[in-house]
Every structure is written in C-alpha cells, then in structure tokens.
C-alpha cells in the first residue's frame, strides 16, 4: 500500500508535469516577448530573435503570437513571403478569441501575404475583415496601412476610382497619426493613384507638395521618389526635355534605383526629340535590366525606318503586357468587395430583427405573465379566470403561428429580392469585363430588360422605403422638380449599386454617371430640404 505522503507527492510531481506541459519553455518566451517589445523601432533585431524561437517549445497560444510576430517582422524587413501556411496559424487561433488587436494583425498580414501571392481578391477579403476590427479599436495606423494596400491592389486591378479614393482616406488616417513618414508616403500614393489614371493636373500638385516636404525633412528616398513620378508626368504630358533634364538629375542621384520602366521612358524621349543614339544608349539599359521591356527598342528601330527588327521588339513588348492583363482579368476582385459588403449588411440586418424580435417577446410574456397574475388573484369567478386563461392560450397559439408565417415570408421575399439585385450586380460586372460581342449582346439583352422593369423599379422603391425610413418618398416629396431619370438615379444609389451597374442600368457611359451624380448632388445642396444630410451620404 503506498502512504498518504508517497500519493501526494505522486500527485504534486502529476500536477507538476502537466502544468510544465502546457505551458511555454521560459527562454523562448523571453526572446518572444522582448521581439515584440523592440518590433516597431528595430524589426532587424526583432526578426533575429524570432529566428532563435523553437516553436516547438511553445504552447497553442504562444505558437500563434510567433506566427503573428514573424509574419509581421518577415513583412517589416521587406521580404515578401508569398505562402500562407505560417500566417494561417495565427488567423484560425484568434479567429475564435476576444483579443482584437491580434486579430486585427493576424488579418492584416494574411492581406499582405495574399497580396504578395497576387491573390489580389483573398488579400482584399482579409484587408476588409481587418478594417471592420481596426475600425472598431480606432487603430488609425493600421487603417492607414489597410487603405494603402486596398489602393495598392486596385491600381492593380487597374479601378482608378478605387485607388484614388483608399489612397486618400488612408492619407487622411495617418494624419490623426504622429507617425510623419507613412503621412508623406500616403500623400505620394495620393499622386501615384491620380498619374496613373491621368488626372495629371492634381497629380503634379500633389508630388510637387512631398517634394517640397521631403526637402524639408531632409529624406532622400522619398524626395526620390516624389521626382521621379513628376518625371513621369512631363513624360505623360509629351514635355520631353523636361522629363530628360530629371531622369538625368535622378540618374546622377543614384542610377542603381533607376529601373527598366524609366530607362524605356528616357529612351522614348529622346527618340521623340531625333536623338537616336541617346535613345538606343538607354532603351538597351532597360532591355538589360528586363528582357521584356523592349519598347524602346521598338520605337528606335521604327523611327530609323528597320520595320522588321521594331515588329520583332513590338511583339514582346505587347505579349508582356498581354500576360499582364490576363493575370488580372482571372480575379473578380470587385466581386469580392460586393460580397463581403452584402454579407456584412444582411448580418447587421439580421441582428436588428434578432433584437426587434427579442423585445416584442419580452413585451408580449410582460403582457401575458400580468394577465395571468391580474386573473390569478380574482378567486370570485372561477368561469371568467378559465375563460381568459383559455384566450390567453389561443392568443400566444396565435401569434406563434403569425410570426411563423412572417419569417417565412420574410426569408422568402428576401432571398428571391436579393438574388435578383445581386444577379444586376454581376451580370454588369461581366458586360464590362466580357470582351466577347455575343456574350455583350445577350448580357445587353437581359440588363436592358430590367433597367426598363417598372415593378422591379417599383419593388425596389418599396424595400428601400422599407428600410431606410422611407427614404425614396422623403425624397420625392421634397425634390419635386426633377427628372425621371434622376429619382431613378437615386434609387440606385439607395441600393447600393455599383457606379458600373447603374451606367448600364441607365444604358450611359461611366463618365456620363459621374456627370448625372455629380448635378443632382449639386440639386440637392442647392434646395432647401429637410433631409438634405440623409440624402447627400448616400453619394459618398
């Protein structure tokens, strides 16, 4: 028979052993707590301490903050890890736990790797997740971090709209921020996004403002930066020698920064000034730094009159851009957007009925518990008590079976409106992705026939009435004096259409929707209205 003090020792040596296996082993815990400690000021450092960490040493919860920190400082230290599986450990851990703040991070960086990847629409869905959760913290940083990579990967996607518009709000993030350098970086993206999709007046302005300011703050890099995208915009702007006088001041900055992209630029320049032998210098630096970037060796070749050596350049050039385009063409990002946008608001939707419901059940037991007290007490008329206990009964039967039947309708209606909604959405989606005449016919065919749907028209009126407080008769009671196509106009914008689903809705061109939106929102700011502020953020 073993002793009292034999079995607690026993125990204590059980106890001891378990706790030592679920716990972490210390010396690794220190070097994972001091390289999240010294990750924002020195990742170099934090990075070299990760690499000492055993992960096996490391229970659940610790494994994944190494996860978290390593992706983090792999990411920091400007090493692009393209495969998931590392980042993913850290995401399914905290998926399911409280602590926002990782989550958020855990997210963040699974963006990253995605975007990395070129995986642009995972990456856009993990960035989206990531806002929600930075939104709720008031994390401005990582909103400023999220947005520049949201208008990073619609420049991508070539969507100028998009880019223009994350660039600047994750400009506007990182003002609230003490954190000047990614303040300037964000206000160069807000350049970069405007250069890219032509807009070069706005453009110039802002990269002349960082140039100003990286002078300022004495940063090079970022001076460098700034300079050559105004290079860029002269070269846009067909001003050759001043595009030639700064890739040359740039050159002479640093020519190792000088990359393919801005070789074939200078090269192109002084083709188009006559200086051949400038422009083969240069449009052969490009082709050495990148055998695909032939363009100036095209338009060398083509301007001194040796066609078939310009068309074999040409056809490079052209397959280079090809791959290009159908990388991209193969990801629905924007259909990735609209997803998660409808799934947020179908989950907001049903929380409100969830607590609309709940509080009509609590009324209603209120009701029936105090009728059940009120005839309780009335011991004087047995037959009256029953009666009512019997109406009681019927009453709760009743209004079991009625809320029943309004679920059911509910889900039905909702399902079969949503579908038809989400159907416009990506049948628009494909006409302007389609480069197919037969498939742009037939998508034409079925679109024109809902654009000119008076009951879906109707049917839409009534749900946005519905649930925006009726919205749509506020606004044509006020706003009398309107075009047809105007009201419809804002339905759309009610119901949250894509600006492409509404062109084609309306059979215009994007640039006419912009024009259509952009004078009723000035109608709408010029007449008094009541509502006015309700309206007017339904066009943000």
């Given amino acids: 028979m073993i002793n009292t003090t034999t079995r607690n020792l026993l125990l204590t040596f059980?106890?001891?052993?378990?706790?030592?296996?679920?716990?972490?082993?210390?010396?690794?815990?220190?070097?994972?707590?001091?390289?999240?400690?010294?990750?924002?000021?020195?990742?170099?450092?934090?990075?070299?301490?990760?690499?000492?960490?055993?992960?096996?040493?490391l229970n659940r919860a610790d494994n994944a903050r190494y996860a978290l920190l390593l992706s983090q400082a792999l990411d920091k230290n400007?090493?692009?890890?393209?495969?998931?599986?590392?980042?993913?450990?850290?995401?399914?851990?905290?998926?399911?736990?409280?602590?926002?703040?990782?989550?958020?991070?855990?997210?963040y960086y699974q963006g990253r790797v995605k975007y990395n990847a070129q995986d642009y629409a995972m990456s856009i869905n993990a960035l989206l997740?990531?806002?929600?959760?930075?939104?709720?913290?008031?994390?401005?940083?990582?909103?400023?971090?999220?947005?520049?990579?949201i208008s990073d990967i619609y420049n991508m996607i070539y969507w100028g709209e998009g880019s223009i518009e994350y660039a600047r709000k994750s400009y506007e993030c990182f003002l609230k921020t003490e954190h000047e350098k990614?303040?300037?970086y964000a206000l160069l993206n807000i350049g970069i996004s405007l250069y890219n999709y032509k807009n070069l007046t706005e453009s110039e302005n802002s990269i002349r403002e960082v140039i100003t300011l990286a002078k300022q703050y004495n940063d090079s890099s970022l001076y460098y930066d700034a300079t050559k995208y105004l290079g860029?915009?002269?070269?846009?702007?067909?001003?050759?020698?001043?595009?030639?006088?700064?890739?040359?001041?740039?050159?002479?900055?640093?020519?190792?920064?000088?990359?393919?992209?801005?070789?074939?630029?200078?090269?192109?320049?002084y083709s188009c000034l006559g200086l051949y032998d400038e422009a083969l210098k240069y449009a052969m630096c490009a082709y050495e730094l990148d055998s695909l970037s032939t363009w100036g060796l095209y338009l060398v070749n083509n301007y001194q009159h040796n066609y078939k050596e310009a068309l074999s350049y040409l056809q490079r050039e052209l397959k280079q851009q090809n791959d290009v385009l159908n990388d991209i063409s193969t990801q629905n990002v924007l259909q990735t957007v609209e997803n998660f946008k409808r799934l947020e608001e179908e989950s907001l939707n049903?929380?409100?009925?969830?607590?609309?419901?709940?509080?009509?059940?609590?009324?209603?037991?209120?009701?029936?518990?105090?009728?059940?007290?009120?005839?309780?007490?009335?011991k004087t008329n047995k037959i009256e008590s029953e009666r009512n206990m019997l109406v009681i009964q019927n009453l709760q039967q009743n209004l079991s079976v009625k809320n029943q039947m309004i679920e059911s309708l509910l889900e039905e209606n909702t399902d079969l409106f949503s579908m038809r909604l989400n159907t416009i959405n990506e049948l628009c989606d494909i006409y302007y992705q389609s480069n197919s005449r037969n498939a742009y016919n037939n998508i034409m065919e079925v679109i024109n026939k809902w654009g000119q749907d008076r009951e879906l028209i109707a049917e839409m009126e009534k749900s946005a009435n519905k649930y925006h407080e009726n919205i749509i008769m506020k606004f044509r009671s006020q706003y009398k004096d309107l075009y047809d196509y105007e009201y419809t106009l804002f339905l759309y914008l009610v119901m949250n259409f894509s600006s492409r689903t509404i062109a084609t809705l309306l059979q215009i061109n994007i640039d006419v929707f912009y024009n259509r939106k952009s004078k009723l929102k000035r109608k709408i700011n010029t007449q008094q209205s009541n509502d006015k502020e309700k309206f007017l953020k339904y066009f943000l």
Avoid at 78 to 92: G, P, R, T, W, Y
Avoid at 353 to 378: C, H, K, Q
């Fill in 182 to 184: 990614h303040t300037l």
């Fill in 129 to 149: 997740k990531s806002e929600k959760i930075a939104l709720k913290l008031n994390d401005n940083f990582y909103l400023g971090l999220i947005y520049r990579n």
């Fill in 78 to 107: 400007f090493i692009d890890v393209s495969n998931d599986s590392l980042i993913n450990i850290a995401v399914e851990y905290y998926e399911h736990k409280r602590d926002n703040h990782y989550k958020m991070l855990a997210l």
């Fill in 232 to 269: 860029d915009i002269y070269w846009l702007k067909e001003d050759y020698n001043s595009a030639i006088s700064i890739y040359n001041e740039l050159l002479s900055i640093d020519y190792n920064l000088f990359d393919a992209t801005q070789y074939t630029r200078l090269s192109t320049s």
């Fill in 350 to 378: 049903k929380a409100h009925f969830l607590e609309r419901l709940i509080i009509a059940i609590i009324i209603i037991t209120i009701i029936i518990i105090s009728v059940i007290i009120i005839y309780g007490r009335s």
């Fill in 14 to 57: 059980i106890v001891m052993l378990l706790l030592s296996a679920c716990g972490s082993d210390s010396k690794q815990l220190t070097l994972l707590d001091s390289a999240e400690k010294i990750m924002t000021v020195a990742p170099d450092s934090a990075l070299s301490q990760l690499r000492e960490i055993d992960s096996q040493k």
